[in-house]
Each structure stands twice: as structure tokens, then as C-alpha cells.
């Protein structure tokens, strides 16, 4: 059955510029524990969350693997941001190698082999690097004011490496005060004290690497976040003025997984898909306040926090990955990091096998046909289960990409384009990690060779397969916002 959520023609060559992303918009996360190795979040086996044994131990990844670098480099250009909660109490050490204990203060040591194989993993797959500091004890003075110190030996060594840190976050999400392993009665003033600190030391180091602030985590739908955790305002954390940072930024989860005893939302749901939005508006009310023109950008983000839910490395969860990089595109968002690459259940490749996983597929189609151009384009239909978003088409001048996701896991929908599109559509069940281009299985071959990606040539209406999502590309759309 056909149903149509809007009578008309999609006039793709009007479609009026609304905004513009960075080129490395699609980016990913790294965790600091997994360049260490240590304790991270444990996937589910079988379904079943433990949440009486939440961790579980990982060696370092192996960020030279051939098949990592090619998957990630085939999302480049892009940002890699090595960091997380873990990276709040790691210290550098100018050794190639670390037996025994950290130091005292911190509770892991980053090597110097740990660390040139992350720089060239950078290099070798187009990512700028982006990093969050030490602000654990071992960075402090016996006043418990943060010292640049650890830091400083640390870019040093990025130095002498050949690495270069595009942009930098103090700390990981400093409103959940308590991650950053601060001093006893640590307060919003002495954070901006440290941070003032840290801003004045880093324009002074690198003055091209660009400051990232506040970081801090927002939940979804607006929500407070359980009251034993300790949290401070965001909007008291960082100062304006001649420490206003570069770029605003801002970490978001919609729930917390499972494994957290968090719940599993509905994976198709409107109010699921929109609960970025309250966390965008925010974040932007926080910029224009804090930095005016800045860019904004989504540093850490997944399906849930504390892992993932089991659906997060499913096609179930491919919905909200699409709908969240589109809608933050079209609302101002310049980066959108992904947490993480490879580790946990939210992952876009399997962290035994370095195997794209369903939302690896999204995330190729987006770098194939997404421009960086955003364009107005309306959700049609919201009641009907149709979201439409549109970019100019990547690398095709006057081109235009419509992403359309049709939520309705029954009835197709009808989306009527004018002129000649390629349509690259993505189905699967829910509960599974097979993912379907027109029909087709994407998997790697022998020998990690790619699969065919290949469009399908359509003229006239676009037939939406029930609970599918479909890039659709127009490179003779004439679109003048486009050229």
C-alpha cells in the first residue's frame, strides 16, 4: 500500500540555503581507555544487560589494522576526538611502553607507542585530532589548582611526533563535576579559575589549535539527570570575552542504556528522534550568549549512554543516527562526533572485528552524497511517519541530496521529485545488524573489497519502502545555492 504524505513536487532547484557544516562534519570518537586499554563498557551477550558488572577489560585497540584505517578513512575527511571520561585522569609518559601502576593522581598512562600510533592513524585516515585535557589530582598543585604541566610535556611530545591537535576541550563533560576528579568542594568559580588557566596556556602554546568549552553532557528531552550524580550549570562554567572559546560544544545522549538501568525507546518514534532539539536550543542559547558567531559543535553523542542499548548496533537504530546528523545540520550544528568508532554496543564497526555495522553504512552513504550546504526542506507528513531533509549533492555542483526516512514500518510512502534521481535506499529489521542497499546485502568482501554501491535510476515518484532510509540524489537539480 502506497500513502502519500504531501500532493506535490519536491522543486529541489529552489530549495533556499539555510546553512553551512564543516567538511569534517561526520567524525567519531575514540575513547582515551581504549588507546591505554582498561576497563570500558561490557557488551551484551545475548541481550541481557548485567548492570552488577557494568565494565569490562579491553587491550588497546589496534588503530593500524588495515581494515579500521580503510573504514574510517573512507568517512574522511573527518575529526577524531580521543577522549572521554577516562581521558579526565590519563597522564602522558615519554615511554614506549608502561608496566605497574600510574603515577600517583592518576589512574592511566597514555605511551608514547600508544600515542604516535593514534597520530598516525589521524594522518593516514584524514581526521584532525581532537583531544580533552588531564584535570585529575595529578595535574594539580597542593592548593588543587590545575597546572599545565602534564599537558605541556604532553603537546610537546605531539610535537616531536608530527601530530597536530586541531582543537581541544579542558575537560570531559565538566558539569558532571564529579568525572573530573577535582578537589573537595570544587565550585563552578574555581573551574572557571582552572579553565581561565588552561585558555590563557593553550593561546599561548598552540594558538591554531582551536578551544572547545563547556563540553558538557545534555539529556534528552530535557530531563534531570539522577540526583546522585553532581552536577554544576553549564551556562557557570566558562566565561565570555577574552576567554570565550573558539568553538562551542556540547556532548548529547537521549537516554541512558540498559546496562545503566536506563530503558529502550522506541527506535522510529517522533519524540525519540526530536529529543535532540531541546539540547540544540540550549547549547545555541548558551553560544549566543557565551560566544556570539561561534561555531556550535556535537562532540560526543550515541544512542544512549553507558554503552549503548543492544539496539544500538542494529538497523533500529540507523533512524535516529540519520535523523540526528540531518536535523543537527539544519539547526546550526557544524561537527557531529560519533561515540564511539569501535567500542561497545554503539559503535559503527564491531570491536572484535573492526565489521561495519549498520550505522557504518548510514554514515558512508551521508559522506558519499551529503554536501556540506544545508538546505530548507520541510518534514513532510510528521504525522504519517515521513522526515525529509536536503543538502546540496557532495561534489556535484547544482546537485542536491534528499535524505527521506519513511517511519512507518508498514505502508510505503510516495515522495514526488522532479527530474532524474539516483535513489540508494537502506532496509533491515530492527533486530538485526544486516543492512540492505536496494535490496542488497552490504558486507565487505575477500580480501575487504567494498560492495557495489550503486543508485537506483528513477524519473518521476520516489516509492519509499516501509521503514527504510533513502538518500536520493539530483545532480541536474540547477539548485543556484548549489553551484
Known amino acids: 500500500m502506497d500513502t502519500q504524505s504531501a500532493d506535490a513536487v519536491i522543486d529541489t532547484a529552489t530549495l533556499p540555503l539555510v546553512g553551512t557544516t564543516s567538511d569534517r562534519f561526520l567524525s567519531y570518537n575514540v575513547e582515551m581507555v581504549e588507546l591505554t586499554g582498561g576497563r570500558f563498557w561490557k557488551p551484551y551477550r545475548g541481550g541481557v544487560a548485567d548492570k552488577d558488572d ?146 590563557a596556556w593553550m593561546k599561548a602554546r598552540s594558538p591554531d589549535t582551536r578551544i572547545m568549552a563547556p563540553g558538557a553532557f545534555e539529556f534528552g528531552g530535557g530531563r534531570e539527570l539522577p540526583a546522585f550524580i553532581r552536577t554544576l550549570p553549564a551556562q557557570d562554567l566558562v566565561p565570555g570575552g577574552e576567554t570565550r572559546p573558539d568553538v562551542v560544544s556540547f556532548h548529547f545522549y537521549g537516554e541512558i542504556s540498559k546496562r545503566c538501568s536506563g530503558v529502550t525507546p522506541d527506535p522510529r518514534g517522533p519524540e525519540w528522534l526530536s529529543r535532540i532539539d531541546g539540547a540544540i536550543a540550549n547549547t545555541m542559547r548558551l553560544r549566543d550568549a557565551l560566544a ?29 543516527f540519520a535523523d540526528q546528523l540531518a536535523s543537527a545540520a539544519k539547526q546550526g550544528v557544524s561537527v557531529v562526533m560519533h561515540n564511539t568508532l569501535a567500542a561497545s554496543d554503539y559503535a559503527l564497526l564491531d570491536e572484535d572485528t573492526f565489521a561495519p555495522r549498520p550505522n557504518y553504512w548510514t554514515a558512508y552513504l551521508w559522506r558519499q552524497t551529503m554536501g556540506s550546504r544545508v538546505l530548507g526542506a520541510a518534514i513532510l507528513g510528521a504525522e504519517d511517519g515521513l522526515r525529509l531533509y536536503a543538502h546540496c549533492q557532495r561534489g556535484v555542483p547544482g546537485g542536491v541530496t534528499l535524505l527521506a526516512l519513511n517511519l512507518d514500518g508498514t505502508d510505503r510512502k510516495v515522495l514526488r521529485i522532479d527530474g532524474p534521481a539516483q535513489v540508494y535506499s537502506l532496509t533491515g529489521k530492527d533486530d538485526t545488524k544486516a543492512t540492505y542497499l536496494n535490496g542488497q546485502a552490504l558486507s565487505l568482501g575477500p580480501d575487504d573489497e567494498w560492495p557495489e554501491i550503486h543508485g537506483e535510476s528513477v524519473e518521476g515518484p520516489v516509492r519509499l519502502a516501509a521503514a527504510s532510509i533513502s538518500f536520493i540524489t539530483l545532480p541536474d537539480a540547477a539548485n543556484p545555492a548549489c553551484r
Open 292 to 320: 556570539p558567531g561561534a561555531p556550535v559543535w556535537l562532540s560526543e553523542t550515541a544512542e544512549t549512554a553507558c554503552g549503548g542499548n543492544p539496539q544500538a548496533a542494529t538497523f533500529a537504530d540507523s533512524f535516529r
Open 54 to 199: 557494568q565494565y569490562e577489560y579491553r587491550p588497546p585497540i589496534d588503530l593500524s589494522h588495515p581494515r579500521i584505517r580503510k573504514l574510517a578513512a573512507a568517512l574522511g575527511p573527518a575529526y577524531v576526538r580521543y577522549s572521554g571520561t577516562w581521558a579526565n585522569a590519563t597522564v602522558y609518559l615519554d615511554e614506549e611502553a608502561h608496566t605497574g601502576p600510574a603515577p600517583e593522581g592518576f589512574d592511566a598512562v597514555l605511551t608514547k607507542a600508544q600515542w604516535r600510533g593514534a597520530i598516525e592513524f589521524a594522518k593516514e585516515v584524514d581526521a584532525g585530532i581532537v583531544v580533552s585535557m588531564p584535570t585529575s589530582a595529578g595535574t594539580r598543585d597542593a592548593d588543587g589548582v590545575w597546572q599545565s604541566g602534564v599537558a605541556e610535556r604532553w603537546m610537546q611530545a605531539t610535537d616531536e611526533l608530527g601530530g597536530v591537535i586541531a582543537a581541544t576541550e579542558f575537560a570531559n563533560e565538566p558539569n558532571l563535576i564529579s568525572g573530573t576528579q577535582p578537589p573537595a568542594d570544587y565550585a563552578a568559580a574555581d573551574y572557571r579559575r582552572d579553565y581561565d588557566r588552561f585558555h
